[in-house]
C-alpha cells in the first residue's frame, strides 16, 4: 500500500490499510481526491463507502483527532490509560498498559524513562515468578497523570524553521522536533526509545549519539526531507563528523 502512493506523500498518508488525504484548501482536496481515486481505480482497490469520511475539517485518525490547528490523543485513549489499574497483575497486562502508548508516544517527553523500568519484568516467563514492586505502581501513575494534561501538538507549515534535539544516556534515546518562534521554541513531537541490552554494553557513547539522530531523521522524514533546519546534539564527534559530511 505505502508503494502504490509513495509519489504521492505530501498528502497521503498510509498505515496498513488506513489512509488520511490532507489538503490546504478544499480546491486542492478534491484534485487530491481525484488523485486517489484514479490510482485505486488503476491498482483495482475496492474502497469502502461506509467506512470513508470525505471534506472535513476534523478528523480521528490512528487514535489522534486532527484539526487545522493541530493534533491531540483522543478522548477515550485518555480514559483508557485512566482506566487501567496502578497494579498490574502479569505481563499480558502490562503489554496491554504499554501498547497504548503507541499513539500517545510522540505527546510524551521522554517517555524511556517512564518505560525503562518495566523492561524486566517484560522479559518474565511463565515459569518465572511474577515481582510488581513499588517502583513499577509509581510509574505507572506518573504516566497516567502525564496523559491527563497532555499538550495539543502544532502540525509543521511549510515555511516553519525547524530544530531537531537528540540526546541518549546509557540506556536510552531520545529526540524531539521543535519549532522556532519568537517567544523561543515550540514542540512538534516527541520520539525515544531503549537501547537493548547488547547496544547498551558494547557501543561506544559516539555510536549511541550517531543511532539518535538516525532515529530521529527516520522517524520524522515528511517534516525533514529536503528542508533545511537545525540539528542540536551534545557530542562534539557528531557534530565534527557532520560538518565534514
Not at 43 to 55: N, P, Q
Not at 68 to 73: C, D, M, P
Amino acid at each position: 500500500m505505502d508503494n502504490l502512493f509513495k509519489d504521492y506523500f505530501e498528502f497521503i498518508f498510509v498505515y496498513i490499510d488506513d489512509i488520511l488525504i490532507a489538503s490546504k484548501n478544499m480546491k486542492d482536496h478534491i484534485k487530491h481526491l481525484e488523485i486517489f481515486s484514479d490510482a485505486c481505480h488503476k491498482e483495482g482497490l475496492v474502497l469502502s463507502e461506509t467506512k470513508a469520511t470525505i471534506a472535513v475539517n476534523k478528523i480521528e485518525f490512528l487514535g489522534i483527532l486532527i484539526d487545522k490547528t493541530g493534533i491531540e490523543l483522543q478522548d477515550h485513549i485518555v480514559e483508557k490509560i485512566r482506566n487501567f489499574p496502578d497494579v498490574l497483575k502479569n505481563k499480558k497486562h502490562l503489554q496491554s498498559f504499554l501498547g497504548v502508548f503507541n499513539f500517545a508516544g510522540i505527546f510524551i517527553k521522554d517517555l524511556t524513562k517512564y518505560r525503562k523500568d518495566f523492561r524486566p519484568l517484560l522479559k518474565e516467563t511463565e515459569s518465572s515468578k511474577w515481582k510488581w514492586e513499588e517502583i513499577h505502581t509509581q510509574k505507572v501513575r506518573e504516566l497516567k497523570q502525564v496523559c491527563s494534561n497532555l499538550p495539543k501538538l502544532a502540525i509543521p507549515q511549510d515555511d516553519d524553521e525547524l530544530v531537531v534535539y537528540t540526546d541518549t544516556n546509557n540506556y536510552r534515546w531520545a529526540a524531539v522536533l521543535m519549532k522556532k518562534t519568537i517567544t523561543g521554541e515550540e514542540p512538534y513531537r516527541y520520539t525515544g526509545g531503549l537501547f537493548s541490552e547488547q547496544q547498551a554494553q558494547v557501543w561506544h557513547i559516539n555510536e549511541k549519539e550517531f543511532f539518535a539522530v538516525w532515529k530521529a531523521f527516520k522517524k520524522w522524514p515528511l517534516f525533514l526531507l529536503a528542508k533545511e533546519f537545525t540539528l542540536k546534539v551534545d557530542n562534539t564527534n557528531v557534530k565534527a563528523f557532520l560538518k565534514i559530511n
